[in-house]
């Protein structure tokens, strides 16, 4: 919903301190029926994270954020996507963001004449 994971940081040190703290924020505008879910999916304690209760994905299902969705609909893939990019083939990326090339040369790995993707 925002573009950033809950635990957003520069640091890749402090993305794990925050995840440890459970330091999270919210950013201004967002839903608080979305926050209310979120809060619920990031709760460090098992026995009481959505997901993990008696009800299952049924808790999370039954959420207000969720309150107009069509469950069945989704299923059965019968739902109108609410967003439908334009795109111009499928190798089309224009919707994608642009990140510079790595400056460095990709090491090249060495199999010694055995595949390591057979059986994969």
Request: hydrophobic share 30%; glycine share 8%.
């Amino acid at each position: 919903m925002t573009g950033e994971p809950p635990f957003v940081d520069d640091d890749p040190m402090g993305i794990y301190q925050k995840v440890l703290a459970n330091k999270y924020s919210f950013p201004r505008g967002y839903d608080k029926y979305a926050k209310s879910l979120t809060k619920k999916l990031l709760t460090p304690d098992l026995t009481k994270r959505y997901g993990c209760l008696k009800n299952g994905a049924g808790d999370i299902k039954g959420v207000k954020w969720f309150f107009d969705l069509d469950w069945e609909a989704l299923h059965s893939k019968h739902l109108i996507a609410p967003i439908k990019p334009e795109i111009s083939g499928e190798t089309d990326t224009s919707n994608f963001e642009l990140y510079p090339d790595s400056e460095e040369e990709p090491e090249v790995p060495e199999y010694n004449d055995c595949d390591p993707f057979i059986g994969f």
